[in-house]
């Protein structure tokens, strides 16, 4: 744990780190964060996939079995008749049951797919904190860049002074103009330290936009309306019993099932990996800081050791400050350089060099820069970021498995509804089905109705005149 740092993984975190990871037989294996530089598509990043695959492919098996076993109900199963003798009330217990059904989960969709506007909510707020941190960065290690290349400035100024120098017939410029090697060198290597900062801060940020930004809003506004589409098209198709509504309602329900269990797996592999990454996140970061900024990463995240722009930076103030006292022994005790404009402006040169190591030192103090890295990490990418992502994912998948089941009830209240384009219509009195078309009573009823004299029930047999024997033309 790195000094000043007082964090500690939330609870979902801790719990999506405890998915299993398993190798390529299937067996559990160690699920700590293990990508490097050097290895990024590794026996652990294959230890991610299994789980959310396996739970994607359980949600579109079961959107294909759904489809199977639909249009052999649906389009292949007779309408269900009632016998005239039964009471219509128990009569509607199966239409019924399905109406509980599916109300029951249009409801839990409807909360759920509030959700996703809540997840949305808390990644905003993430993604702030994660700029908001990056910019620090960016703007504290563009202004020590920047203050590197006033250093080489000044340096050209104080070799062109002690050229001049040179020139004007001074005996010790010489050893001055060769100190200047040193000068630039330090300088070179200070900057090498920071000057690569910068662009990482600004592609960190490009992505963050990018993913966090532009595609999340488009993600989660899409899949929040078309859920709300497959609600809609299902409850107008079950209130007005219409067949063509319903059939609809359960193709764009199918097709939004499938992209979101594909979504949902994908995003899986997501929060499972940053899980990983945030139960240690300031290891973890040194672990995948590139090359050229490993070592100001490490120093940055744990505060401990020394800086590694410190030797360059005193290396190169102490090159300074002999020079100034060289310079000026020489105006004082070389009688060649006594008076030398070159020389007094050099003096005036190292004193703004001086300002300038006064002001870097104060920008690459430890702690404050550490609390916009430790911010940006555990406060933004491992806490509002990771909950928004993991509500958001949370949501879709369990609106995806409620118009499971509300495609279930609908399909299961499918055959009892009348084909509107055939002018089919159902009625809910007398002794006829309340499940069953007026005018389509089946033939065994028709004959039952011949013997049946209740007075709810009217003679069936007509009896021809002309059926009967005359007994008078007898």
Known sequence: MAQNDTYSPCGIVRQMHQVLH???????VNGDFDI???????DYTKSLLPIPILCAAIGLLGVFIFQMSACCYCCCKKRPVVPATRDSNASNIPLRNCWITFLFFLVAVLVYDQSLIFGNQYLGNGVS????????????????????????????????????????????????????????????????????????????????HRYAVDYRDKTVWVFYGMFLVCLVIYLCGMAFSNKP??????CVTDLVMIFSFIICGTTMIILILVADFCMEPSDNLIMIAPDDVSDVTTYYTKCIGQNPMQPSLDDAEQL??????????????????????????????????????????ALIACPPNQAEVLSVLNDGMCG??????????????????????????AACAFPYFANKNSGESFVDAGNNSPLR???????????????????????????????????HTK
Not at 22 to 28: I, K, V, W
Not at 36 to 42: K, M, V
Not at 130 to 147: A, H, K, R, S
Not at 245 to 250: I, S
């Open 384 to 409: 509002d970021t990771f909950k928004g992502v993991f509500v958001i994912w949370l949501g879709m998948f369990a609106c995806a498995g409620g118009l499971f089941f509300m495609s279930v009830a």
């Open 245 to 250: 509504v319903l059939f609809t309602g359960m």
């Open 129 to 208: 904190t994660v700029n908001d941190g990056l910019d620090y960065l960016e703007t504290t290690f563009t202004t020590l860049n920047n203050d590197g290349d006033v250093l080489n400035t000044y340096g050209v100024q104080l070799l062109s002074d002690f050229e001049n120098s040179v020139d004007r017939g001074c005996a010790s410029s010489p050893a001055f103009v060769d100190s200047m090697d040193d000068y630039f060198s330090y300088i070179n290597e200070y900057t090498s330290y920071v000057e690569d900062v910068p662009g990482q801060c600004a592609d960190a940020q490009d992505a963050v």
């Open 320 to 361: 300074v400050h002999s020079g100034r006292q060289a310079v000026n022994d020489a105006l004082l005790f070389d009688a060649t350089c006594a008076n030398d404009p070159f020389l007094q402006d050099a003096l005036l040169v190292f004193n703004q060099i001086d300002i300038v190591f006064v002001h870097i030192q």
């Open 437 to 471: 078309p007026s005018g389509s009573a089946p033939a065994e009823e028709e004959a039952y109705a011949q013997y049946n004299h209740s007075p709810h029930t009217p003679m069936a047999t007509v009896v021809s005149t002309e059926a009967q024997p005359n007994y």
């Open 36 to 42: 490097t530089t050097e290895s990024t598509w590794n």
């Open 22 to 28: 398993l190798d390529s037989e299937a067996r559990a």
